[in-house]
């Protein structure tokens, strides 16, 4: 019996990890906030369509057919990236208006989140592992 689960090539998750941490550390060095428009459009384009445009790039680069790498589970990264969202679109949205200090704080939040993830522990991950914990525990009281 095969089980066919929904999986991400590390690499590609890397990639994507990266180019959120270049274009928060871009926006900051240069002032530019629309460097977060480059992960955050690619991210919503990854969660409404299914098609990452950075991911499709760096997928043209992979050495090896995409099953020979580790997988990163499907669903997860979609919750990650909804967090990423979530923070690249508030910090834009921050520096737009003005409001640079929340702007730094959650740009800050996913990039060090992104780095942390590059490096090997995924917040997101433990998030979502908690949540889901803490939904059971709710469930079968």
Same mark, same amino acid.
């Given at each position: 019996?095969?089980?066919? !689960?929904?999986?991400?090539?590390?690499?590609?998750?890397?990639?994507? +990890?990266? #180019?959120?941490?270049? #274009?928060?550390?871009?926006?900051?060095?240069?002032? @530019?906030?629309?460097?977060?428009?480059?992960?955050?459009?690619?991210?919503?384009?990854?969660?409404?369509?299914?098609?990452?445009?950075?991911?499709?790039?760096?997928?043209?680069?992979?050495?090896?057919?995409?099953?020979?790498?580790?997988?990163?589970?499907?669903?997860? @990264? +979609?919750?990650? @990236?909804?967090?990423? !969202?979530?923070?690249?679109?508030?910090?834009?949205?921050?520096?737009?208006?003005?409001?640079?200090?929340?702007?730094?704080?959650?740009?800050?939040?996913?990039?060090?989140?992104?780095?942390?993830?590059?490096?090997?522990?995924?917040?997101?991950?433990?998030?979502?592992? @908690?949540?889901?914990?803490?939904?059971?525990?709710?469930?079968?009281?």
């Amino acid at each position: 019996m095969t089980s066919n !689960i929904r999986s991400i090539p590390r690499p590609l998750v890397k990639t994507n +990890q990266w #180019s959120i941490v270049l #274009s928060v550390v871009l926006t900051w060095v240069t002032g @530019q906030e629309s460097f977060l428009l480059i992960p955050l459009v690619a991210g919503l384009l990854g969660l409404l369509f299914g098609f990452n445009p950075i991911m499709q790039i760096a997928k043209l680069f992979l050495r090896k057919e995409p099953s020979a790498y580790i997988p990163e589970d499907w669903d997860q @990264q +979609q919750f990650n @990236q909804k967090i990423a !969202i979530s923070c690249l679109a508030i910090g834009f949205i921050s520096f737009i208006l003005g409001w640079d200090t929340l702007g730094y704080v959650f740009t800050a939040l996913v990039a060090i989140a992104a780095f942390v993830a590059i490096l090997g522990f995924c917040v997101g991950c433990f998030i979502h592992y @908690q949540w889901n914990q803490y939904k059971y525990r709710r469930a079968h009281q």
